[in-house]
């Protein structure tokens, strides 16, 4: 069974400019998170979706959203990139709640 | 909110030696408590988990013991090998909560052959 895939795996972007990352979970898990990793601040959780409905959000600003498909796959949004949002943005799939979570390989993405 | 604190940051051992990991939790209410290795430009990988109904989980060479009184979690790695060199994260969620994981804020293990 093929794993979470996400794309681009890198991502330059300039200040001011908004990007959208791109991740597909493995085959029949529904629930599909979001986590920013960075040096400083480890791993954040950003936002989770279950069957295209937002579960869980965590606590960052609303420049960043994300949104579901039918088919579970997943897209994240940065609006008005800031220079402190480059990171390793990593999603991770489960098939249901309270089953762990599989992470795919990450978007690193730089702004510059 | 939730936070989870994780010692130490780095932890260096001789190879067959025993490594500790250290974690405490905020939120008692928190149920579901895993562990994730990730090597370097590698995703995270679970590597164990226990809920809070089990306070001690064992896989081979690691195991994870609970304490819901002292709010606390360790993992325990023995016959560490070099390539047990990685940073290991744990974390925490809330029943009510499932991709949401809180989590700790990493330790280096380096395993010296």
């Known amino acids: 069974k093929a794993g979470v895939t996400q794309t681009p795996r890198y991502l330059i972007k300039t200040r001011g400019q908004q990007v959208t990352l791109s991740c597909s979970p493995i085959s029949g898990h529904r629930s599909v998170s979001w986590y920013q990793q960075t040096p400083g601040q480890g791993l954040q959780f950003l936002f989770e979706?279950?069957?295209?409905?937002?579960?869980n959000k965590g606590n960052f600003p609303g420049r960043f959203s994300g949104r579901q498909f039918s088919n579970s796959r997943s897209e994240m949004n940065v609006s008005t990139l800031e220079l402190g949002d480059s990171a390793l943005y990593l999603c991770?799939?489960?098939?249901?709640?309270?089953?762990?979570?599989?992470f795919g390989n990450g978007t690193r993405l730089t702004v510059t | 909110g939730e936070n989870v604190e994780q010692h130490p940051s780095t932890l260096s051992v001789q190879e067959g030696d025993s490594a500790v990991i250290k974690c405490t939790y905020s939120?008692?209410?928190?149920?579901?408590f895993p562990w994730y290795k990730q090597e370097l430009g590698k995703r995270p990988q679970l590597i164990i988990d226990?809920?809070?109904?089990?306070g001690e989980k064992k896989d081979q060479r690691i195991a994870v013991t609970l304490n819901k009184t002292a709010k606390h979690f360790s993992l325990h790695i023995t016959e560490t090998q070099p390539e047990d060199s990685a940073v290991y994260f744990c974390a925490a969620s809330l029943y009510n909560q499932g991709g949401k994981l809180i989590f700790g804020q990493g330790t280096e293990l380096s395993v010296k052959p």
């Open positions: 991770a799939s489960s098939l249901a709640a309270h089953s762990p979570l599989h």
């Open positions: 939120d008692s209410a928190s149920n579901y």
């Open positions: 226990i809920r809070s109904n089990v």
């Open positions: 979706y279950f069957s295209e409905t937002q579960r």
